[in-house]
């Protein structure tokens, strides 16, 4: 299903945009013209709907969600599974997720974090009292709103947990940073699995990290099942220590050992903001769930008295007696392990030593660093180091470790040279925007120019075409205009191509003809113009004319439609493209009262265009005219809120 922007589903859901692409779905903004609500469509990609255990899923979260009704859960409005991509429509969340908060946060204030957290856990509370069981909590699915609400959504591996407790065929499914331990080894799952991930997602806000993280995934899920994670106060003392005590009881390995519930977890949250000096001592309780030595001892004085009963040898008897040999020997074998090797014996310390710019291969031959297991965890591009050379190691140089201890390091692959797009008569601005977007940094430099208009760009340095080393500095030659006096564009309007092209040449212009279906009368003749009469242009601007034409385009032309949802601003505005610095489009319109801005454009090749609302680029796109598509390159529409 390509393509879908401007298209109709169910003779009702207008696709606007996609907003976002999943695990295995694309949403879109749509406009529901039934109900005039902007709605969200999560609709199942092609790959995927053909798959049976995708659609399974796919009805699992039409299904969760369908059962669930609570403010701070993604509300679903209507679910069609018969179409060729089944799809949900679901409340549209003008929001960012908690996961590109927290980046831009770093870390979340003590309280906006606890507040934040009991949201989740409200709705998570309704979800379990449902008997839905979410199994991927993560930031990623969690929605923060403009006006500060939290909503949770993505219940695409949710499972009703009085049917269904287990991952499915026993493999953890989730985002394996948040994932429980017990989910990571693909073990039964319950509401505590979800209190877990939200554990993790408040020591991530507290303290701008992750509580485990390494190299590749298995490595992060061995973690989760091993290693106990380091406490948020170790990263950052600042933080209350009542609020780490929460963090880390949602936490445990130990289910048991957690909250049985979202709501004791939620009352412990309240308690804390009433009170931030509040703490909660807890205890782990997996101890004193073992039987004490003098309950055992009291339970074999009292076997002890039973009268002897020979019983017969059975095969569980048999059975049993073998194991006990195999762990003897087990045992015996673990004795001899110690005695030789004395895996307890103290191993040396020894300082880190500066890897940084020393040959990989250097490193794993030279028996100077002997005492390290270097492991290589990939490439980067890397301007200061050459080809070859580690450009990342950890832990740092100066750290004191233990003697065969794993140094992880990075290779560099040189310095990432990038092309320098054609930004000739774009509006500078723009091109700034899009030079950092590319990596590269820019300086302005003003020339006087007699053909391109003042505020857009002459050339750059390196030029279009060339290569340039990722991070270094483009010089942008912008033009300050011409110092020569305006000439009045003419009108051509209803005249012919010919006497058309050639009033536009006489006048000192540069005519760009392209071609557009027309009735028959039209056919050859100007249709339009841009820039029209009696606008004032620099000598040598290029005039471009629409003609008439029998057929869709020209020949070695095509069209291509832009399609995008205009900004929320009142009254009336103004919607202008500019292609490869060249007017091509003009049109007033009501925001409020249009739902898509739809711009046909004639080209060849590939072309850059940018949308401007009343003369400020609104959205900026590279065309491939010879593929017939075209994508976003800049998206400032967050600079155009009503």
Not at 124 to 142: C, F, M, S, T, Y
């Amino acid at each position: 299903m390509e393509n879908l922007l401007g298209t109709k589903l169910a003779d009702r859901y207008l696709i606007e945009e996609m907003v976002g692409v999943g695990g295995m779905c694309n949403v879109y903004r749509a406009f529901d013209e039934e109900t005039s609500h902007v709605v969200a469509i999560k609709m199942l990609r092609d790959e995927y709907a053909a798959s049976e255990e995708y659609l399974r899923r796919f009805r699992n979260e039409s299904k969760a969600i369908h059962a669930l009704s609570h403010p701070n859960i993604v509300k679903i409005y209507d679910v069609v599974l018969q179409a060729a991509n089944p799809y949900l429509v679901m409340e549209y969340v003008d929001g960012i997720t908690l996961k590109t908060y927290i980046e831009r946060k770093k870390t979340v204030p003590p309280k906006a974090a606890a507040n934040i957290a009991g949201l989740v856990l409200t709705a998570l509370r309704h979800a379990h009292e449902n008997g839905i069981v979410h199994r991927d909590v993560k930031p990623q699915n969690i929605m923060v709103t403009t006006d500060g609400h939290v909503k949770v959504m993505d219940f695409g591996i949710a499972r009703f947990a009085m049917n269904q407790s287990r991952t499915v065929d026993g493999n953890a499914i989730g985002t394996v940073h948040y994932i429980s331990p017990e989910q990571a080894q693909g073990g039964v799952v319950d509401q505590r699995t979800d209190i877990y991930s939200v554990g993790v997602i408040l020591f991530e806000m507290l303290t701008g990290e992750l509580p485990f993280d390494a190299a590749s995934p298995i490595s992060v899920a061995l973690q989760q099942i091993e290693e106990n994670p380091r406490t948020p106060r170790s990263i950052d003392a600042s933080i209350p220590l009542g609020l780490e005590q929460i963090t880390m009881h949602a936490m445990a390995k130990d289910p048991e050992d957690r909250y049985p519930d979202c709501g004791a977890m939620i009352e412990d949250l309240k308690a804390w903001l009433g009170d931030p000096a509040h703490t909660f001592p807890y205890k782990n309780n997996r101890a004193a769930r073992k039987k004490a030595p003098a309950d055992r001892g009291r339970e074999g004085s009292h076997a002890s008295r039973r009268p002897h009963i020979k019983k017969p040898t059975t095969f569980l008897g048999k059975l049993f007696a073998i194991t006990c040999g195999v762990v003897l020997a087990s045992v015996l074998f673990l004795f001899i392990m110690f005695k030789v090797y004395d895996p307890f014996a103290s191993v040396a310390d020894t300082q880190m030593p500066n890897l940084l710019g020393v040959d990989y291969e250097t490193v794993v031959s030279s028996p100077a660093y002997k005492d390290f297991k270097i492991k290589l965890e990939g490439e980067d591009y890397n301007p200061e180091y050459d080809e070859g050379q580690i450009c990342y190691q950890s832990p740092a140089e100066g750290k004191t470790v233990k003697v065969g201890s794993t140094v992880y390091v990075k290779v560099s692959a040189g310095a990432k040279l990038v092309p320098v797009p054609p930004f000739v008569n774009q509006e500078a601005t723009a091109v700034y925007s899009k030079l950092v977007s590319l990596g590269f940094k820019y300086t302005v430099s003003e020339v006087q120019s007699d053909t391109v208009e003042a505020g857009h760009v002459v050339r750059t340095s390196p030029e279009a075409g060339e290569e340039a080393i990722y991070g270094s500095n483009v010089v942008v030659y912008v033009s300050a205009g011409s110092d020569k006096e305006p000439i009045t564009v003419p009108d051509v309007l209803g005249q012919s191509e010919s006497y058309a092209v050639e009033t536009i040449k006489g006048a000192g212009f540069e005519p760009y003809v392209v071609y557009q279906k027309a009735s028959y009368d039209q056919v050859g003749y100007v249709i339009s113009q841009t820039p029209n009469h009696p606008s004032l242009v620099s000598a040598g601007s290029r005039i471009t004319l629409v003609v008439g034409s029998e057929e869709e385009t020209a020949v070695g032309a095509t069209t291509v439609t832009l399609q995008t949802t205009p900004p929320g601003l009142s009254g009336s505005v103004t919607v202008s493209v500019m292609m490869n610095g060249e007017s091509v489009y003009s049109k007033t319109i009501e925001p409020k009262n249009t739902r898509l801005i739809s711009i046909p454009l004639n080209g060849t090749g590939t072309s850059m265009v940018d949308i401007l609302i009343d003369g400020k680029v609104f959205k900026s796109a590279s065309v491939d005219f010879d593929k017939g598509q075209y994508y976003w390159t800049a998206d400032y529409s967050s600079d155009f809120a009503g």
